[in-house]
């Protein structure tokens, strides 16, 4: 293979391959290539999202550690920080489903307590195919199986997550997944090498082959039809090795051992040390003969990219490298100083006393080439629409049903039984998206209480995102993305406090693509301004693009609260037998984008605008009703509509409601049946809560719309809008939303 075709092979273009040897003043060498190319890489660069991702605000009242670092932290009170972040595993998943998903879930994990805080909370947002295809079933399956494995194992609990399915995920599927950690606001540690003569240990598993090029050939292109090829490219978790490391980082930094923590995910060694040089303003010696091996004959190149997991970086003063090894050898886990910090702004690397490798840090990690994106909107539809699923004159309760056993509305158990959700004892609330609820457990946020860490009060968190909305408009989609996770974390009574963000999109060289990627973050960067939440941090996975074409357009975004009483968290289900039910909000229906238009086999070219500072204002009102402890139930209104979200406050609760809905709109109440059907009944949008409690309790909601409903009581769901009318048995809306996955497996 000539030199050029290497550098191609590796991902880099003939202009980014002579810009390389312009800066070393000569052609690279084989790791200094290897290094290059995985630096240089969609997935390690950001080169065609960092100038747009300057857009976004990132300053906040409560921030203490914004983007950066390995991940975000926000100030919760009482001296505690919270620490979160959310990335991708998308391509390794749609390889290898289980693997790509476990060590997603690994990876995230070592993001968070690199920062020092002990990780408490797993979330996670999956796009799979439409369950009729085999693969989406064998993806779905695999990679919900490799989530329950490593969060199950290393005892972090998964409190909550979003599944979804759409034709245009069939081939490259979504696997983001989101953690939190808590520490002491004094503990947290960043990742920038500090000190002259500081030792570089690595700690963790032994270097192997697996994942090698990772970063490059697998995260940083479209996948193709030699897929299984790409397999050796997905990294092996071990769940076990990593909670020695988790426990061993933690006990390290609270001995005050280290100056610096680094994770080696993405590019192992290569973008771990450089990257903690380069924010230390220093340079760095790694002798690759010192690194411990799983398999002997690795050459310096691969010990330098490759990607096994369960390994940590750090920087130590030479006096106390003995303590460091000691704390390791006490958890059982493999330290080996194979470094040291010096003064050069070089990455060298050495094989024993040969040195194999030298690179300018500035080169290596700040000067990638940053391209401007060239934006067009599509001049023709990107997607086909989905295919019909309801018949043209479905009645109501017909179209209601169908809805709630439609894969995306459908109750989620089979998936969220497999995850310990518990474990850690600090769940007072969990989301359980569309699945069984337990009356007093589940609410539209997770919540989890900061007593056992001496903290007051609690912290809620959310994940969410449309990605078929999106597609319709990307600027408007991304805007709802936010207000959705506002609008829970409302639910439970908690102030956003910080947002974070999977930016999912296809290959931003195409300009349509690059349109929806620039009119996402314009929606999204608006959006957190409004509500005054900024970004602390996040991760951008582009190139899902399989042989069917672009993935719709997924912004994923997860976004932390603070409560001051768990207690006062009312949950989703209907409780008692003659409780007011109102409806509170701006909701403005509309079936563009909705479940409803997918079942109908449509897909929409543009949605409403919303009025951002009024959302603002609800979402201010409605937390503060929900923390005064008086309401029985909060839900907000997203999939399937006014109809379906009161038939899940139905089945939460076990028990019937009788509503009917007359609309203020003279136009709304004109329209003429179907059309006002589906509108009223099953039309979606941002800004609509569905409450009920005593008249008292209704009465008292201030500073917000609120439409009085009907009632709760019976065993059925009575329900009138205008002159759409439905009426269903709470048993009847059970079965069809408990039996919309498992009808698929059968």
Same mark, same amino acid.
């Given at each position: ?49 960092? @100038? !747009?991702? +300057? ?7 409560? =921030? #203490?550690?914004?983007? $950066?670092?390995?991940? *975000? ?113 004094? @503990? !947290?540690? +960043? ?7 500081? =030792? #570089?240990?690595?700690? $963790?598993?032994?270097? *192997? ?538």
């Amino acid at each position: 293979m000539t030199a050029v075709a290497a550098h191609r092979a590796l991902g880099l273009t003939d202009a980014e391959y002579d810009g390389i040897v312009e800066k070393l003043g000569n052609e690279p060498n084989e790791v200094e290539l290897a290094m290059f190319s995985l630096m240089w890489s969609e997935h390690c660069a950001y080169k065609h999202s960092k @100038r !747009l991702l +300057r857009r976004l605000p990132v300053e906040g009242p409560h =921030l #203490v550690m914004g983007p $950066g670092e390995n991940a *975000g932290a926000v100030d919760v009170g009482d001296g505690l920080a919270v620490a979160f972040k959310v990335e991708s595993h998308n391509h390794p998943s749609a390889v290898e489903p289980f693997q790509g998903a476990a060590t997603g879930v690994g990876g995230i994990l070592r993001d968070v307590f690199a920062v020092g805080a002990r990780p408490i909370a797993i979330l996670d947002s999956l796009r799979f195919g439409e369950l009729d295809s085999a693969r989406s079933r064998y993806l779905l399956e695999h990679a919900v199986a490799g989530i329950g494995h490593y969060g199950n194992s290393i005892g972090v609990a998964t409190v909550g997550g979003e599944i979804m399915f759409e034709g245009p995920y069939e081939q490259n599927c979504l696997v983001n997944a989101m953690c939190l950690g808590i520490a002491r606001k004094d @503990r !947290l540690i +960043r990742s920038a090498a500090a000190g002259v003569g500081n =030792l #570089v240990v690595l700690f $963790g598993a032994l270097t *192997g082959r697996d994942g090698i090029g990772g970063a490059s050939v697998l995260a940083s292109a479209e996948l193709g039809e030699d897929d299984a090829d790409k397999r050796p490219t997905v990294q092996i978790g071990d769940p076990f090795e990593e909670k020695k490391l988790l426990e061993c980082s933690l006990e390290l930094l609270d001995r005050g051992l280290l100056a610096s923590l680094q994770d080696l995910g993405a590019a192992g060694l290569t973008s771990s040390s450089s990257e903690m040089a380069s924010k230390g303003g220093v340079g760095i010696d790694i002798d690759v003969s010192r690194v411990p091996l799983r398999e002997a004959d690795m050459e310096p190149f691969e010990v330098m990219v490759s990607e096994s997991q369960e390994r940590m970086l750090c920087v130590v003063e030479p006096e106390r490298l003995e303590e460091v090894l000691a704390v390791c050898d006490k958890w059982d886990v493999r330290a080996t100083a194979i470094g040291e910090v010096t003064d050069t702004r070089r990455m060298r690397v050495f094989d024993g006393d040969e040195l194999v490798g030298d690179m300018p840090v500035v080169a290596l990690v700040d000067e990638c080439p940053l391209y401007d994106l060239e934006p067009a909107p599509p001049e023709a539809p990107l997607y086909p629409p989905p295919p019909r699923a309801l018949s043209a004159d479905a009645s109501p309760e017909e179209t209601l049903l169908g809805l709630l056993h439609s894969p995306n509305l459908a109750g989620k158990s089979w998936a969220f039984e497999q995850y310990d959700t518990l474990v850690g004892s600090r769940t007072v609330r969990r989301r359980v998206e569309g699945g069984r609820s337990v009356q007093s457990a589940t609410a539209d946020a997770a919540v989890l209480s900061l007593a056992h860490d001496g903290g007051t009060g609690a912290i809620a968190v959310s994940i969410d995102g449309n990605g078929r909305r999106v597609a319709c408009d990307p600027y408007a989609g991304a805007v709802e993305a936010v207000l959705e996770c506002a609008a829970n974390l409302a639910c439970a009574g908690a102030e956003p406090l910080g947002l974070t963000n999977c930016l999912n999109f296809g290959n931003p060289e195409k300009p349509h693509i690059a349109w929806q990627l620039e009119r996402a973050v314009a929606g999204l960067a608006d959006a957190c301004r409004a509500l005054d939440v900024p970004v602390v941090g996040g991760n951008v996975s582009l190139y899902n693009e399989g042989g069917g074409g672009p993935i719709y357009p997924t912004p994923i975004v997860g976004m932390v609260g603070k409560l001051p009483d768990p207690e006062t968290v009312p949950g989703s289900a209907f409780r008692e037998e003659g409780h007011v039910i109102a409806l509170v909000g701006p909701f403005e229906p509309y079936v563009q984008g909705s479940e409803w238009h997918k079942l109908n086999g449509e897909l929409a070219h543009g949605l409403p605008q919303v009025d951002l500072q009024a959302h603002a204002a609800a979402l201010a009102a409605v937390r503060e009703t929900v923390r005064a402890g008086t309401l029985a139930s909060v839900h907000d209104i997203s999939g399937g509509g006014l109809a379906c979200t009161l038939a899940e406050c139905c089945i939460a609760g076990g028990i019937g409601a009788s509503v009917a809905w007359k609309p203020s709109d003279s136009d709304v109440e004109a329209a003429s049946y179907p059309a006002l059907s589906r509108l009223l009944l099953f039309g979606e949008g941002p800004g609509g809560w569905v409450v009920s409690g005593p008249a008292e309790a209704v009465d008292a909601i201030v500073g917000v719309s609120v439409q009085r409903l009907g009632e709760v009581g019976g065993e059925t769901l009575e329900m009138a809008a205008s002159a759409a009318t439905l009426s269903l048995s709470v048993g009847d809306l059970r079965n069809a939303h408990e039996r919309g996955i498992p009808d698929r497996f059968s």
